[in-house]
């Protein structure tokens, strides 16, 4: 089980001002910066009022010699409050997330197959990060906030976002997120068929039916899952990028995990790339052994319904 998410705290209006009166006296972002120390963009985010942890509130405000207090901040949710949410929406998406990432349709198999239960097609999956080596890919989830997954084509990337909200709305990964999985070419799509550039805020209020969406985006609550930039259409990639890059600038403390193809896109998105490693001799032999287990079994339903129709015919 995941531990809490990151405390943050939000400038209100005021605070901002406030904030930004006492930077200007101390100097420039930059020797702000470098006499924490802390990055620039960190800082910046800081400054224009986006959620950023309470670590890094405390050590800014130290520096520019402001309390708490002074700072002037957004009224915090009761942590009960938000938590209750948390798991009163979870239960509310569950159906759609089991609709969407419980299951697979294979050609040739009347009834798609489960993914994640203990049935499942899904196979433990590897990624390659820094050191070249092959890690578990949940434990390379869990080390990055903002995760850009690449892989080739069939190397088991959707599967992976899906096994992680399946994991995260069962409660077994994430607990204390809200999993959100979207398609981003259907996001793409939904913004030509309405006629108007819909925004990613919008699409995921729309997507967990929640009105306090931004209240759980403040508090860090959601895990984003992003899914196939390759397959958003050319005329459209520039759009997508821009609106992810925006969103992820106000709500840097939730979880982001975003997949694509190896070289499929150019984009400037500042966050970490790993990749997906092919199977390892025990993750193949363990794959066949899901697949032929849930072959015979729909063989086994085809036969069975067979034999239940010649009964009753």
Not at 33 to 49: E, H, L, Q, V
Not at 120 to 133: F, S, V
Request: glycine share 6%; with cysteine; aromatic share 8%.
């Amino acid at each position: 089980m995941a531990g809490k998410a990151a405390r943050s705290r939000r400038l209100s209006e005021q605070g901002v001002q406030k904030v930004n009166s006492a930077l200007e006296r101390f100097g420039t972002i930059q020797a702000l910066a470098a006499a924490i120390p802390m990055s620039r963009t960190t800082i910046t985010d800081f400054c224009k009022g986006r959620p950023v942890a309470i670590q890094t509130v405390q050590k800014i405000c130290k520096e520019l010699k402001l309390t708490l207090e002074d700072a002037d901040f957004h009224k915090e949710q009761d942590s009960g409050e938000i938590d209750a949410l948390v798991q009163q929406v979870r239960e509310k998406i569950k159906p759609r997330i089991k609709a969407l990432c419980g299951t697979m349709q294979v050609l040739g198999m009347r009834h798609p197959i489960p993914l994640s239960d203990e049935h499942g097609i899904y196979t433990k999956t590897n990624i390659i990060a820094k050191q070249g080596t092959p890690e578990s890919g949940l434990e390379v989830v869990k080390k990055y906030k903002n995760l850009m997954v690449l892989g080739k084509p069939g190397a088991g990337k959707t599967i992976f976002l899906q096994h992680l909200a399946m994991e995260c709305v069962n409660g077994e990964f994430e607990s204390d997120r809200i999993p959100v999985f979207i398609e981003l070419r259907k996001f793409a799509q939904k913004k030509k068929e309405e006629h108007e550039k819909k925004d990613l805020l919008s699409y995921i209020q729309d997507f967990i039916e929640c009105s306090n969406t931004c209240n759980l985006l403040n508090e860090g609550r959601l895990l984003i899952l992003l899914d196939a930039l390759d397959e958003v259409p050319e005329k459209d990639t520039d759009w997508v990028l821009q609106q992810i890059e925006d969103f992820y600038y106000k709500f840097s403390n939730n979880h982001f995990v975003i997949t694509c193809r190896i070289s499929a896109k150019n984009h400037q998105l500042r966050f970490h790339q790993v990749e997906i490693a092919d199977f390892g001799d025990k993750q193949i032999n363990a794959f066949a052994r899901s697949w032929f287990a849930l072959t015979e079994m729909s063989i086994a339903l085809k036969n069975s319904s067979a034999n239940f129709m010649l009964m009753i015919g």
